[in-house]
């Protein structure tokens, strides 16, 4: 039998974690507040999919749980969302933190006693009433940051693979997470902003500001020493906008919400980077002094 998913954070990812995997493995769903009973999942083509799974509260979760806990709060959340759960937890707990960022995966990579793997997505989602929208397909990679947990990597890999969400096992997640930020960088500032889904960056007059955030990230990431992806910067971005074009990103989302946005952590690090190297970074300043 599958082990366990505990399932911490009940946003849009965790809620397309969840559905999907209920399908292929126990599944609980934790948030601050019990989720909802049944969740309904529409996908990119329109389908529709409804399951019951267990909700959770830290205060109702037994003890202790065995089996795999995926961290999908926000990144200023994470290590709180932890250490009250801790005490539940057996030890060797696997933890899978699927924030943003590079920041908050080192620090718990170092203190966790378990496993930790970090996993980059690009699958699209936004929850709506009820459940959550499956808004563009993508695909998510899975590691551990020094390389090393392979197996384990491999067996979540090919779990996430039969619950319907493409996913690969890699040993440069680290570089993989540099690739998700700077695409972050380029996407959810500027929609958060001007409250548009991720399509319309191709129009005038976002598209220019794209290409002008570009400038500024390729330089970063060089001098940081991170490898572009295959398609190259450019081709990496405009591929994510086109394949989540009908998609509300998370910063979006969390500035619909009310809530504070993860500046800190998409543009927190790139800015530090800039700032080691003496580049400048007018474009991603300005976006970071706007961004709550």
């Known amino acids: 039998m599958t082990s366990p998913q ?119 989602a936004y929850v709506s009433e009820g459940g959550v929208v499956h808004a563009g397909r993508g695909e998510t990679f899975l590691g551990h940051l020094d390389g090393e947990h392979a197996d384990l990597a491999e067996q979540l890999a090919a779990l996430l693979g039969h619950a319907g969400l493409r996913c690969r096992a890699v040993s440069d997640i680290r570089t993989r997470l540099w690739h998700k930020l700077a695409v972050n960088a380029a996407i959810n500032p500027l929609v958060a902003r001007w409250r548009i889904r991720n399509g319309q960056l191709r129009d005038r007059p976002f598209r220019p500001l794209v290409e002008a955030l570009l400038e500024e990230l390729e330089a970063i990431m060089h001098a940081e020493g991170i490898a572009p992806p295959a398609e190259g910067w450019r081709g990496r971005v405009w591929r994510v906008i086109e394949g989540t074009a009908n998609n509300r990103a998370s910063m979006l989302q969390d500035v619909l919400a009310g809530r504070p946005t993860e500046r800190e952590a998409i543009l927190g690090p790139l800015l530090a980077a800039a700032r080691r190297h003496a580049l400048e970074a007018p474009r991603l300043s300005a976006l970071y002094d706007t961004a709550d």
């Open 6 to 124: 505990l399932i911490v954070g009940p946003g849009a990812i965790g809620r397309l974690l969840a559905v999907r995997l209920a399908g292929v493995a126990p599944v609980t769903l934790l948030g601050r507040r019990a989720p909802p009973a049944e969740l309904t999942l529409t996908s990119p083509e329109g389908h529709t999919l409804a399951r019951r799974l267990p909700g959770a509260t830290p205060a109702s979760l037994g003890a202790p749980f065995r089996g795999t806990l995926h961290l999908t709060t926000k990144a200023y959340d994470c290590q709180a969302a932890l250490e009250g759960l801790a005490p539940k937890l057996a030890p060797d707990t696997p933890l899978v933190l699927w924030q943003n960022g590079y920041g908050v995966q080192r620090t718990l990579t170092r203190r966790w006693s378990g496993p930790v793997l970090c996993a980059t997505t690009s699958e699209g």
